[in-house]
T-cell receptor, first 114, second 115 residues
């Protein structure tokens, strides 16, 4: 069975500081991994994904994520946080098998303080 | 439009009434998903349509919930005899493939309030 954990309900960071939002996963076989962001009263927006190859993936709005197979992690990072990055962030996994469903983590609320 | 469209954006209903929520996926997308989200919390999977295969209904919380997808395009989620605990935002998403690395594209959601 697939599962995703986001161990922190809330992450607070000062504007200009680096941010990390953590994600670990469990899946049979190789995974596809995704990060989404949700702003208040909006749907989820795709940020980035890992398919294969380079473990460091770059995405929208200056975000990046590092795939670590041995630690089964896919942490989201940004070198310098903006107040506008404050939102709800979801990690998701999908097994590399035909017809497999997406499994989402519980979400982490990021607050960037001015 | 170019994105996933959901209607209505807001629906207020009385307990016991039936409601229908509509999702227009991105043209050509073969996979369609329904999720439920309560008060800015996590996503609860409801149902997954994958091309011409039988849908994965494993997430539907009760037999009051049903969904169909006509012609491989538009989907309708129906909730019969609504209860207050059904109040949530219902999110629809589509994907260009029924497998693989294609990401989900989400609509803005339908906010359901059951009084």
């Amino acid at each position: 069975a697939q599962s995703v954990a986001q161990p922190e309900d809330q992450v607070n960071v000062a504007e200009g500081n680096p941010l990390t939002v953590k994600c670990t996963y469990s899946v049979s076989g190789n995974p596809y991994l995704f990060w989404y962001v949700q702003y208040p009263n909006r749907g989820l927006q795709f940020l980035l994904k890992y398919i294969t190859g380079d473990n460091l993936v770059k995405g929208s709005y200056g975000f990046e994520a590092e795939f670590n197979k041995s630690q089964t992690s896919f942490h989201l990072k940004k070198p310098s946080a903006l107040v506008s990055d404050s939102a709800l962030y979801f990690c998701a996994v999908r097994a590399q098998s035909y017809g497999q469903n997406f499994v989402f983590g519980p979400g982490t609320r990021l607050s960037v303080l001015p | 439009g170019a994105g996933v469209s959901q209607s209505p954006s807001n629906k207020v209903t009385e307990k016991g009434k039936d409601v229908e929520l509509r999702c227009d996926p991105i043209s050509g997308h073969t996979a369609l998903y329904w999720y439920r989200q309560s008060l800015g919390q996590g996503l609860e999977f409801l149902i997954y349509f994958q091309g011409n295969s039988a849908p994965d209904k494993s997430g539907l919380p009760s037999d009051r919930f049903s969904a169909e997808r006509t012609g491989g395009s538009v989907s309708t989620l129906t909730i019969q005899r609504t209860q207050q605990e059904d109040s949530a935002v219902y999110l629809c998403a589509s994907s260009p493939t029924t497998g693989g690395a294609g990401e989900l594209f989400f609509g803005e959601g339908s906010r359901l309030t059951v009084l």
